[in-house]
């Protein structure tokens, strides 16, 4: 299976385009942003989760990366509500489940190989702090490697904002909107830009908070001709 998965070229999914369809557990369903691979694969996805549901215990071999968008998600390690961001690197385990269910956006598969560094942000808990140079930005890092950079940024309404994307650049809209070339994009829109493309974003009427991941796609075509890697996927 192929989504997306031609990553020099951009990517968009807005919410009226996002179709739910179930995983192979009962409870659990996904929208597949992009993907390559079938129920093994390298993937990036919205996955909800209904009230009591779970999800078989399972080892990442090619690590997790999640963001908690509404509810809360839970394993053994603990409770994380919304808001929360999570990296469980390569041969990390756990057994997800929700109690009150939830929703996250999940990236697996796309971990630098000898990555073994475990992540949790309480993004609820931390401050955003002005960036010099981008007036009406906020930004909160969440991760930072040579490979790619994590963070969460907050614009206010009718900012003007330059977003490079050396190695690419991928955003979530977490709430407010963001208007790109003329287009407007609402709450939970993914959109994903290649290597190089050139960005300038406007804040919505109420401003907007964004998840933005940089850098990581500059090794993401190879994995369209590879064989799938090995490992569960929800």
């Known amino acids: 299976m192929h ?13 009226h385009e996002q179709r739910w369809t179930p995983s192979p557990l009962s409870g659990v369903d996904r929208v597949m942003l992009d993907r390559i691979g079938g129920e093994v694969a390298r ?10 549901s779970s999800f ?12 908690v968008l509404d509810g809360v998600f839970q394993d053994e390690h603990g409770d994380y509500p919304a808001g929360t961001y999570v990296r469980n690197p390569p041969t990390s385990s756990h057994t997800p489940r929700s109690g009150p269910g939830c929703t996250i956006f999940v990236k697996l598969w796309q971990f630098d190989v000898g990555d073994r560094t475990p992540v949790r942000v309480a993004t ?14 906020m930004t909160m890092p969440l991760y930072d490697s040579a490979r790619e950079s994590v963070r969460l940024e907050r614009w206010r309404a009718g900012a ?49 908070d ?10 993401a075509q190879m994995f369209a001709g590879a064989a799938t890697p ?5």
């Open 230 to 234: 090995l490992g569960p996927v929800p």
């Open 160 to 208: 003007k904002v330059t977003l490079a994307a050396a190695g690419g650049l991928e955003i979530v809209v977490l709430s407010g909107s963001i208007g790109v070339n003329e287009e407007t994009f609402e709450a939970w829109s993914w959109l994903r830009f290649p290597d190089g493309d050139n960005i300038v974003g406007t804040g919505g009427v109420a401003g907007c």
């Open 124 to 137: 609820h808990e931390r401050p955003f702090a002005p960036e010099p140079g981008r007036a009406g930005v």
């Open 43 to 52: 993937a990036t996805s919205l996955v909800r989760y209904a009230p009591g």
């Open 210 to 219: 964004l998840w933005l991941k940089a850098g990581h796609l500059r090794d």
């Open 3 to 15: 989504i997306n998965a031609h990553f020099a070229r951009r990517a968009i999914v807005r919410p």
């Open 56 to 67: 078989a215990a399972h080892t990442h071999g090619g690590g997790e990366e999640f963001l």
